[in-house]
């Protein structure tokens, strides 16, 4: 039964920005023109045809203009799978496209092509034939061949030279709508929330179920979803961006270099976002690629929370839940701190209570502890049980601040950080999640050795002596005397010089004084 949820959706797509998609058979070079115009790899670029599948939006600054570019994934003429779905997907940006960037090759013209003229000929108002890989300038001519077409702006370029790029930009300022483009609409604060795990664990269908739209293609097919997709919704009156990720397999498993580059690219999302779901397959239980996920993610701080996905399809005894959760807390030792909710995203089977869940791990990675709270707990800690004795002596805890939030980062201060226990460490995060109120998010703790106060003996320069330096500063205007002047040429010698100077004229003023008393 599919739960109902006081979501609202937010369209995926900026629309309050003048839109621009690129569209084209697979390879080619959208995603190449893509990267070229935003000035940053975004997208994945790789000779191998349908790289790209879900749409990529991306924030473009035109001149001084702010628009939303779109690269899509490429048209096929296949009538049903994977290849369908994407060609529908691509299809459907056309019509709230303001600019279309209609991308051909300049030294073949195929069947998809051709199919792909039909569908976008009712928005030729709109359109820009964008004619690839001119990188030769014997193929200059051929890109007079392409108005044939029937489109008003036909622009040669080469997407991966930077060739007629500048052209084409002039070509795309001449059509847009500056009304829209005068203010930059400011982009709201939200919870960034990372889907990961393994392939086909229902990442897209949790990402399409909490956006309201198929964000994500979703299919049986292993690896489908290989660039990081971003969608927002709002829960409960608080604004979500969600980061649906590539599947992250085995090493041996990542044959293709376009899944290297999407395992990479969902590695460096954990950085970008604030909570982590590790998705689950119930069915399937766990790999050793979702430890290493975990301890990625503990490694970087953030916020996680363990969802087990398709408890719908589970057929077993009703414990069997319960054994699967003692299995995954057995298996996951670090992250015994991490809030465990199973889910079935299919169905909408508690997903309310999994974004309840994220709310309130984001709650505790944004708190700050007052340092005296700090400290007052840490008395209390230290005297139910004492760090351990070494053979050097006594280990002590002298006072702790909390230096940082989203990390939960604490410093703690000792007498000698050498040799301290990792034990007394660890017990030391168990308390501070126990009684500080972070329960579930990782706590990284950082010793100091506190520097030991002057010897109560030493009682520093004589009074001579400081008459002495004081003279030395004034004649040779230097802050630090023994810094400022060793450090030039000839330094010790002038050092030298200088001292025995300032003690006669110490000496001489000593005399000036008694002679005066007398």
């Not at 670029?45 to 473009?60: K, L, Y």
């Not at 001519?141 to 997407?159: C, E, K, M, T």
């Not at 703790?445 to 002495?468: F, M, T």
């Not at 630090?480 to 200088?498: C, D, F, L, T």
Request: glycine share 6%; proline share 5%; with cysteine.
């Amino acid at each position: 039964m599919m739960e109902k949820l006081d979501i609202r959706n937010k369209a995926d797509i900026d629309t309050d920005l003048p839109l621009i998609s690129i569209v084209g058979r697979p390879n080619v070079g959208k995603s190449t023109l893509f990267n070229r115009l935003i000035g940053k790899r975004r997208a994945i670029t790789d000779p191998t045809p349908g790289v790209t599948r879900d749409p990529i939006p991306e924030r473009w600054l035109l001149g001084n203009h702010p628009v939303t570019l779109v690269d899509t994934g490429g048209v096929k003429l296949d009538k049903e799978g994977l290849d369908f779905a994407v060609t529908e997907k691509s299809l459907s940006i056309l019509a709230m496209s303001d600019i279309i960037l209609f991308m051909m090759d300049c030294m073949e013209i195929t069947a998809e092509d051709m199919m792909l003229l039909e569908e976008v000929r009712p928005y030729t108002d709109k359109v820009i034939l964008v004619v690839n890989k001119v990188d030769d300038p014997k193929r200059d001519d051929l890109v007079w061949n392409y108005f044939s077409y029937g489109y008003q702006r036909v622009v040669g370029i080469s997407a991966a030279h930077g060739l007629g790029i500048e052209e084409l930009e002039d070509t795309i300022l001449g059509m847009l709508n500056m009304e829209r483009t005068e203010e930059i609409p400011e982009e709201p604060d939200s919870i960034k929330l990372a889907i990961m795990g393994k392939p086909n664990t229902g990442k897209s269908t949790l990402t399409n179920l909490l956006t309201g739209r198929d964000v994500s293609i979703v299919s049986d097919i292993a690896g489908t979803t290989r660039d990081v997709m971003k969608a927002t919704f709002v829960y409960k009156g608080t604004d979500y961006t969600v980061l649906d990720t590539a599947g992250i397999r085995r090493k041996s498993k990542v044959e293709e270099d376009v899944e290297y580059y999407s395992v990479n690219r969902a590695i460096k999302t954990i950085d970008e976002a604030d909570v982590v779901l590790l998705m689950i397959d119930v069915n399937e239980g766990l790999a050793e690629q979702d430890k290493k996920i975990a301890q990625l993610i503990v490694r970087r701080g953030k916020g996680v929370v363990l969802c087990l996905n398709k408890i719908d399809m589970l057929k077993g005894p009703e414990n069997q839940l319960e054994a699967i959760k003692d299995r995954v807390r057995f298996l996951f030792p670090v992250l015994s701190f991490a809030p465990l909710v199973p889910i079935s995203a299919l169905e909408g089977m508690e997903v309310g209570k999994l974004l309840d869940v994220v709310w309130a791990v984001y709650r505790q990675l944004e708190k700050r502890i007052d340092t005296s709270l700090v400290n007052e707990a840490m008395k209390r800690w230290t005297t139910d049980q004492e760090p351990p004795r070494s053979a050097t002596g006594y280990f002590k805890v002298l006072y702790g601040t909390q230096v940082s939030a989203n990390p939960v980062r604490f410093l703690f201060f000792v007498n000698k950080v050498h040799g301290f226990p990792e034990t007394y460490i660890s017990y030391m995060k168990n308390c501070i999640r126990r009684d500080l109120g972070f329960s579930y998010v990782p706590v990284e703790i950082s010793l100091r050795e506190r520097k030991r106060n002057p010897s109560l003996n030493d009682k520093g320069p004589s009074k001579e002596e400081a008459e002495i330096q004081k003279v030395i500063r004034r004649n040779t205007k230097e802050k630090n005397v023994k810094k400022g002047i060793s450090r030039k040429p000839g330094g010790k010698a002038r050092m030298g010089k200088e001292t025995e100077r300032a003690k006669t004229i110490v000496r001489n003023s000593k005399q000036k004084k008694r002679a005066k008393g007398k």
